[in-house]
């Protein structure tokens, strides 16, 4: 069985940093495109980044570049989302999800992926 499971969500005053992980069971994230997507308050989800199996990122929210940052550790079968510099706009739940019929971001849907986490709230606020 799949289990994606997020964790490190929390408060943090504008301009903070926090790191969310992602563990995964059931498979080997090393293997498939995986990403992070959010949800604001009274808003749809957004794709915030996608990971390829090679290690390529693709941002598809414009304002969380120079910010944020993907990456995985295949020997603890875990994806993080590195924030920094976090504004209120940034409050949101943070979901982890990945997509296993593909290796890669490019030409696939921000939203496209087979298997989610439950989630993780993050809160920016003063």
């Known amino acids: 069985q799949v289990r994606l499971v997020e964790s490190g969500g929390g408060l943090v005053q504008p301009g903070g940093s926090l790191r969310l992980s992602c563990a995964a069971s059931?498979?080997?994230?090393?293997?498939?495109?995986i990403g992070w997507i959010r949800q604001a308050p009274g808003k749809g989800r957004e794709g915030v980044l996608c990971?390829?199996?090679?290690?390529?990122?693709?941002y598809y929210a414009d304002s969380v570049k120079g910010r944020f940052t993907i990456s995985r550790d295949t020997a603890k079968n875990t994806m993080y989302l590195q924030m920094n510099v976090l504004r209120p706009a940034d409050t949101a739940y943070y979901y982890c999800?990945?997509?296993?019929?593909?290796?890669?971001?490019?030409?696939?849907?921000?939203?496209?992926?087979?298997?989610w986490g439950p989630g993780t709230q993050v809160t920016v606020s003063s």
């Open positions: 990971i390829s199996t090679e290690g390529l990122s693709t």
């Open positions: 059931g498979l080997t994230l090393g293997n498939y495109a």
């Open positions: 999800a990945l997509d296993t019929s593909r290796t890669t971001c490019t030409g696939y849907g921000p939203l496209q992926y087979d298997y």
